[in-house]
């Protein structure tokens, strides 16, 4: 992406309209912002040689910009009934995250996040999972709170996250609805703290990247593909299933550490119902995740030679991927030891 100049002038555009949104005090300026972002990202998602590529771009664009509309419309209904555009607490809240939690693909608006994802490479894969959520949760944690309408949101989420991905195939799928699911814990620990969604969300970001970097130079879209990786080069496979169950929440890898940190910011809430679902729901998200790694490692360790796929990476490729891979395992160890330091 970054060897075509105009995907990369797209691509700073894209950043851009995310600064717009996160730094503006109103909500016509946050409005504006996700606009450039999206109009950013669809020429970055286009790709004339792939119809698969045109068909998910064009879906991205009409939800994108329904959602948009939609915003726009209860901005200027709330300028009217309400104070001039400003942030602040009112009845028309929930109305404005409606929208919002539509363009993170948070469930139950989230028909439109597997469809597209499957017609994308994985660049942009990594990018709609990650890039394109930090707007929209930003602006949503403005105006989060503890009640009935976002406790639906959150279970649903979480729900069809762990439902959605368990006879899923495609990798593409198995991440869009890990995705979902960890969107609903994202939200949890936004109404306890905002520094705790922010650090879920960087470390769910460098989980994501970890494993997309590893998957995107073996060309792998489908589980059975895993199955058959080069024996050659195991420590490949090992640190693709780490990462995976890092993202799954398997303690005791890094992915485990903001869960755990919103367990116990919801048990000392007395939020103990709620908390022993979602527990128990990533549970099952964390089975089909195992079932993946056991039947790799164990019950298929095989492979054919007509299904060996070169490994043409660098050592500066190879050091990244081990670099991000460690990142998973050993993170929450040293979390630990630091906090243990620290205090």
Same mark, same amino acid.
């Given at each position: 992406m970054l060897n075509n100049s105009t995907k990369t002038l797209?691509?700073?555009?894209?950043?851009?309209g995310m600064f717009i949104t996160i730094s503006s005090n109103s909500w016509l300026s946050a409005w504006m912002g996700l606009e450039i972002n999206l109009l950013s990202f669809i020429p970055i998602m286009s790709n004339n040689k792939n119809i698969f590529? &045109?068909?998910?771009?064009?879906?991205y664009f009409l939800i994108q910009a329904l959602a948009s509309s939609t915003l726009?419309?209860?901005?200027?209904? #709330?300028?009217?009934?309400?104070?001039?555009?400003?942030?602040?607490?009112? *009845?028309?809240?929930? &109305?404005?995250?409606?929208p919002l939690l539509m363009k993170t693909g948070a469930a139950p608006l989230h028909w439109w996040f597997p469809s597209v994802m499957?017609?994308?490479?994985?660049?942009?894969?990594?990018?709609?999972?990650?890039?394109?959520?930090?707007? *929209?949760?930003?602006?949503?944690?403005?105006?989060?709170?503890?009640?009935?309408?976002?406790m639906f949101i959150i279970m649903s989420s979480v729900l069809v996250g762990t439902v959605g991905g368990y006879?899923?195939?495609s990798i593409r799928k198995i991440l869009t609805y890990s995705s979902i699911n960890h969107l609903g814990w994202m939200l949890t620990a936004m109404t306890i703290s905002e520094n705790l969604w922010a650090l879920y969300f960087l470390i769910y970001s460098s989980l994501t990247l970890a494993i997309?970097?590893?998957? #995107? *130079?073996?060309?792998? %879209?489908?589980?059975?593909?895993?199955?058959?990786?080069?024996?050659?080069? #195991?420590?490949? #496979?090992?640190?693709?299933?780490?990462?995976?169950?890092?993202?799954?929440?398997l303690p005791p890898f890094l992915g485990f550490l903001p869960k755990w940190m919103v367990i116990q910011s919801m048990i000392n809430n007395s939020s103990i119902l709620? &908390? %022993?679902? &979602?527990?128990?729901?990533?549970?099952?998200?964390l089975y089909y995740y195992l079932r993946i790694s056991y039947s790799a490692f164990i019950i298929l360790s095989y492979e054919n030679s007509w299904n060996m796929i070169p490994d043409n990476s660098g050592v500066f490729s190879l050091s990244m991927t081990v670099m991000l891979s460690?990142?998973?395992?050993?993170?929450?160890i040293l979390c630990s030891i630091l906090i243990n330091f620290v205090n």
């Open positions: 797209f691509l700073m555009t894209l950043l851009l590529t &045109m068909e998910a771009s064009l879906k726009l419309f209860i901005i200027i209904s #709330k300028s009217i009934l309400e104070n001039l555009f400003t942030f602040g607490i009112s *009845p028309m809240n929930f &109305m404005v995250t409606i499957e017609g994308l490479n994985w660049s942009n894969c990594f990018i709609l999972m990650t890039v394109q959520k930090i707007a *929209p949760l930003i602006l949503i944690s403005y105006l989060i709170d503890f009640n009935v309408f976002f006879n899923q195939i997309i970097y590893i998957i #995107k *130079p073996l060309q792998i %879209s489908f589980i059975n593909q895993t199955f058959l990786l080069n024996n050659n080069n #195991k420590i490949m #496979k090992f640190l693709l299933f780490s990462s995976l169950l890092s993202l799954g929440g709620i &908390m %022993s679902v &979602m527990v128990i729901l990533s549970l099952i998200t460690m990142f998973s395992v050993l993170g929450m």
